[in-house]
């Protein structure tokens, strides 16, 4: 296992350098103007483009410039997301700053949504595959036909529009001024966004969960367990869910990383400030070190969640070994 | 002001609505008890585009945060629409109107006793000096990003100090505290409007430190501002200047990309200022989200307004139609004009005549309705919006249509004298007509703009080769003089201050030539530059010495030698179709007692607005 986990580690290494050159690629050769110009503005002349040209490094080399980043990009104490070369071009914030203060509304989106997304998906997944053809599980998949159709952003508005603006029953979007995570969550903020972010998941889980259920019934060790007088609850919940939610598990994690990285949509539907809608008003911008930092953010977040889901696989089925 | 204008112009409505202003309780600039108090709630879409920095912002939505709320400058305005004197500025931190000498070259503004820093300069006083360092960062090319240091180039000096090559403003001095010279090297007639501006606002010494409380802050000193007007940042109190810039913490009433919260600045003595009512107590800003949902939450009366969205089609309908709302939407000029540019030195485009029939054949009545019908603006008639040139050509279009809905057989009239149509049947003979190189903006409703021009000039036998950009993109191609663009059909441009230079110079002097903007029509390129970008032509009209001449104007004559560059544009030149002055259309929260639109920003005037429990 620690053979494996040091090769893990160093290919994820080598997945974020990746990440990080392609991304930095994109920009470079994306037609969206040159960055200086946009920090400029309008009526400048050359030598005022030059001069910031220079002050934000744009003047040197590709590959000088990429050095740049790219040293940014290692986990070293005054090197990590370092000031001097991650800042944003629109308002100068550093990246490293900003990030650490709209994580944790990152993290209570991604958590918060995906403990709704399991409460409903696997629950659901279970009835389905235990009534298996009844009116439940026809529901149960009406459900998931609704939940994997509906797009995030139109979820979203659609929620707003019935629960806040019509009903009052949700708060309005945003956090109010001044108010903690905490506050914020005890105000009911998050409670739309979650529901918005864990519906479509629920959907997919419940699917998945029935379809996984319905397969590890089907097993002999299940028709074994039957054959010794187990009763149903216990054969489908101490036997037959342990092998059905393994691959949950793995998805789980994949799904919590992509989420830490941002959540888009929703961030900038229900004006959330977090990793999200920067990422999303940067790019509009073209504002480079704050997108750089943002994805790389989100491909740690990736790639630490399959370690991390690989590892715990191997615990809960003892049939996997890492070497 | 292009990216604002966008913002701002992009409304569509469903029928009805009229294309004059309307307004709500508009207030007459006297300040009135019972108005005060309350909080006022905004939310705006983005965060400042530079931290709030007065060097680098070039916003109007942050221009009117500085006019209204933070910042005082030598001159200013009202903030109110034209017709009540919102285009006019006034003394503010000048005790009077600027004593300007008869060659038009020396400046000189005595200040007012009595105008106080807001915390925690409290207890210094401005001074003329301090108007010194706001000009000298705003020369600073490490502090002045993105700003437009480029309106104070006529002070003597101004440049060599940008350059390095001087260590002050050599046309810059104060012989007192009180007493602020100005001397240039051209005769500039709206150097008072330029002095109104927030880049020109003092900043407060501090210590020895060159540009007082703003040094060490090249970057972020919108984050450190000090206020001078009737409110301040939340939090300013416990700025603390003893401390070496890097240790200084920002204010924290401004959270970048989240919030800002405006308390009143207790150093403000409303006595020196006649020209803010400053009602509300304070002012919270939310930033971020979406555009419908933050329209829906004014209808609510959760926010009370939206700084820098377009209201949706449904609530300008619902508001237009709604007797009990209609008192809470307003439409007001927002002094941008919609417009297509040629490039002269892209045949076709170097003969007048193709020039002048595509202004007859354009549809503009169909550009207007596609955007959203009469409440998104006036037709244009010609090229400045009106208010500045004080009206003088409120009436005037040269290429008038019927309903506007263009003229084929005038426009083929018009093709008929031009030397690419051959034989005379009003239809260009030319390859270089077909296939056009024409961009435009990808978003709605761009694109079907681009399908009526298509439309109109097929009976020309003018063709198009139509490329959707992204809005920058689409930008930066149109100014490249090396893109070889023919047409540009998505941009907008809005006065920077009400005068008609923001218009004349950077459109159409050639100085606003590439790589400079945004003369996309290349009037006044030298043979030399033509060649360096690749065209054949060799010459385009130009009209820089009429630039100059009004420029160097002042007062009527100022505003009459605009209308006559206008007119010259539009009957001798034609380097557009102008078709459309965009309207501003706000609407307000069921909270909002007081409203009036600040002609100079081309927003709600937020000192004017009041809040009902105030």
């Known amino acids: 296992m620690g053979r494996y986990l040091i090769r893990r580690v160093l290919f994820m290494i080598l997945v974020l350098f990746i990440v990080s050159l392609l991304t930095f690629l994109i920009f470079v050769k994306l037609p969206a103007g040159d960055p200086a110009r946009r920090a400029v503005g309008k009526s400048t002349t050359p030598e005022q483009i030059e001069a910031a040209r220079e002050a934000f490094g744009l003047d040197k080399p590709l590959y000088v410039q990429y050095a740049r980043f790219a040293r940014g990009l290692v986990p070293f104490p005054g090197w990590f997301l370092d000031e001097k070369v991650y800042y944003s071009y629109g308002n100068f914030v550093s990246v490293k700053e900003e990030l650490f203060r709209r994580l944790p509304v990152t993290i209570t989106l991604a958590i918060g949504s995906a403990v709704i997304w399991l409460a409903m998906g696997i629950p659901i997944g279970i009835v389905s595959a235990v009534k298996k053809g009844s009116v439940w599980d026809r529901a149960g998949m009406l459900f998931a036909l609704i939940g994997v159709s509906m797009p995030v952003f139109w979820l979203g508005q659609l929620l707003l529009y019935v629960f806040w603006f019509k009903l009052r029953w949700a708060p309005k979007s945003g956090l109010d001024i001044g108010a903690s995570i905490w506050v914020s969550i005890a105000q009911g903020k998050f409670i739309l966004p979650w529901i918005t972010l864990a519906f479509t998941s629920a959907a997919f889980y419940a699917r998945m969960v029935r379809g996984n259920l319905i397969e590890t019934m089907g097993d002999d060790y299940i028709r074994t367990a039957r054959a010794k007088g187990l009763s149903e609850r216990r054969v489908i919940y101490k036997h037959g869910l342990r092998g059905a939610l393994t691959p949950v598990v793995t998805m789980l994690g994949l799904d919590i990383g992509a989420l830490l990285g941002g959540a888009f949509i929703t961030e900038t539907l229900f004006a959330m400030p977090g990793i999200g809608a920067w990422a999303v008003q940067s790019i509009g911008t073209n504002d480079f070190p704050v997108v750089m930092g943002v994805t790389i953010v989100g491909a740690l977040f990736i790639a630490a969640a399959n370690l991390i889901v690989d590892v715990t696989y191997a615990f809960l089925d003892p049939r996997v070994r890492y070497t | ?614």
């Open chain 2, 1 to 614: 002001m292009v990216a604002v204008v966008a913002v701002l112009g992009i409304v569509a409505a469903a029928c009805g609505g009229n294309d004059s202003t309307s307004s709500s309780s508009t207030d007459t600039g006297s300040a009135s008890a019972d108005l005060s108090g309350g909080t006022l709630k905004f939310a705006q879409l983005a965060d400042f585009y530079s931290a709030l920095d007065p060097q680098k912002e070039y916003s109007a939505v942050t221009w009117e945060y500085y006019r209204c709320c933070l910042l005082r400058t030598l001159m200013s305005y009202k903030g109110v629409p034209t017709d009540q004197g919102g285009a006019e500025i006034f003394p503010d931190i000048a005790s009077a109107a600027p004593e300007i000498s008869a060659d038009g070259l020396t400046w000189s503004f005595t200040l007012k006793q009595g105008v106080m820093y807001g915390d925690p300069f409290g207890d210094v006083a401005v001074a003329a000096g301090d108007f010194i360092r706001a000009l000298e960062r705003t020369a600073d090319p490490a502090a002045n990003t993105g700003g437009y240091s480029f309106y104070y180039s006529p002070i003597k000096g101004f440049d060599d100090y940008a350059a390095g090559k001087a260590d002050t403003i050599s046309g810059m001095s104060a012989p007192d505290d009180s007493t602020l010279v100005i001397k240039l090297t051209e005769p500039t007639g709206d150097l008072g409007y330029r002095f109104a501006m927030g880049t020109t606002a003092p900043i407060p010494p501090n210590g020895d430190a060159k540009y007082g409380a703003a040094e060490g802050h090249e970057r972020n000193y919108g984050r450190f501002m000090v206020a001078t007007g009737p409110y301040q940042i939340q939090g300013a109190a416990d700025l603390d200047f003893s401390v070496d810039p890097k240790e200084q913490k920002p204010v924290a009433g401004y959270v970048p990309g989240r919030s800002l919260v405006l308390e009143r600045n207790p150093n403000y003595d409303p006595a020196t200022d006649d020209l803010r009512p400053a009602y509300p107590e304070s002012i919270e800003v939310t930033m971020g989200g979406d555009n419908n949902d933050l329209y829906n939450q004014v209808s609510a009366g959760e926010i009370d307004f939206v700084v820098d969205g377009a209201v949706p089609p449904n609530k300008i309908k619902e508001y237009t139609t709604d007797p009990d709302l209609q008192d809470r939407l307003n439409v007001y000029p927002s002094d941008a004009v919609r417009y297509v540019s040629f490039n002269l030195a892209m045949p076709p485009f170097d003969d007048i005549h193709v020039r002048k029939a595509i202004n007859w054949a354009l549809d503009k009545q169909g550009f207007r309705q596609v955007r959203g019908g009469e409440t998104t603006g006036q037709i244009a008639g010609h090229i400045f919006v009106n208010s500045l040139q004080n009206n003088l050509l409120a009436d005037y279009d040269p290429y008038a249509t019927p309903n506007s809905a263009g003229d084929q057989k005038k426009a083929m009239d018009e093709m008929k004298q031009s030397k690419y149509d051959s034989n005379g049947d009003g239809v260009c003979d030319d390859p270089s007509c077909e296939g056009m190189l024409t961009i435009t903006d990808r978003e709605d409703p761009y694109p079907d703009q681009a399908a009526i021009l298509k439309d109109n000039l097929a009976p020309l036998g003018i063709t198009m080769d139509v490329k959707e950009l992204e809005r920058g993109v689409m930008y930066n191609k149109c100014n490249d003089a090396n893109s070889h663009t023919a047409f540009c059909i998505g941009p907008a441009w809005g006065k920077d201050y009400a005068d008609g230079f923001t218009f004349g110079g950077p459109l159409f002097a050639s100085g606003g030539l590439w790589e400079s903007c945004c003369n996309y029509s290349l009037l006044g390129a030298t043979p030399d530059q033509l060649k360096g970008w690749g065209y054949d032509v060799t010459s385009t009209p130009s009209v820089d010495d009429k630039v100059a001449e009004c420029s160097a104007a002042q007062d009527e004559a100022r505003f009459q030698c605009w209308a006559d560059l206008d007119k010259q544009l539009m009957e001798e030149v034609v380097p557009w179709v102008p078709y459309l002055f965009d309207n501003s259309v706000d609407i307000l929260s069921p909270n909002v007692t007081n409203y009036s639109f600040d002609q100079f920003a081309g927003l709600a005037a937020f000192d004017h607005m009041a809040v009902s429990g105030g």
